[in-house]
Each structure stands twice: as C-alpha cells, then as structure tokens.
C-alpha cells in the first residue's frame, strides 16, 4: 500500500520501530495493515488534509446509499473530520462513500 508524506521528498520515516523510505515523489511503501494509522500519524503531525496523503482509491464494491442522499454537499474532508470525532477505526483509507455510511451506522 502506498501513503504519500505532505513535505518530504527523500529519507525515511520510522513508524512503529520500522524505517519505511520515501520516494522522490513523497510516497512511502508499508503493508496495508499499518496504512491507515501511518497515514492518520502524517496528517495530524503535519497538519494536512488525509487527501492528499492517501492516494485516491476506487473501490467499485461500494454502491450509493441513503448515506450519500443524507450528506450530499459534505467533502471527504468534511466527513473525515465527522469520523475523527466519532473515532471511527480504519477512517483514514475510507471513501467518501465508506465514511458516510460508517457515520450514519455510528
């Protein structure tokens, strides 16, 4: 899995006892159970938007609910803040799909 660091270019993070190198391109390399987490770490530590650490994923299991009709005008942003509050596990590499209907389960 891929995450993407907001300011560095070159060198390596160290999350959790283990150096993860960063590319050129800003992106780091880790296995997809440390995804998530390291990407909530890069956003809260350099105060960026979780968007533009995380690549953006299609899932095409994910069908439109009444979630999506509930919360029309919010951003992923916005519905990432809303989960953060809630404290929703596994937020960080959601869509916005996945976001809006974990909050409506929540």
Do not use: F
């Not at 899995?1 to 560095?8: A, G, I, L, S």
């Not at 880790?30 to 960026?48: F, I, K, M, S």
Request: charged share 30%.
């Amino acid at each position: 899995m891929t995450v993407y660091h907001p300011r560095m270019t070159s060198g390596a993070i160290t999350w959790r006892g283990e150096d993860y190198p960063i590319a050129t391109d800003g992106s780091i390399d880790c296995p997809a159970d440390v995804e998530g987490d390291l990407a909530d770490h890069l956003a809260q530590t350099y105060d960026a938007p979780i968007d533009n650490i995380l690549p953006e994923q299609t899932d095409t299991s994910v069908t439109p609910t009444n979630a999506d009709a509930a919360m029309p005008d919010l951003t992923r942003e916005d519905l990432y803040e809303r989960a953060q509050e809630e404290d929703i596990s596994g937020r960080s590499s959601m869509s916005k799909e996945e976001l809006a209907n974990a909050l409506e389960e929540a």
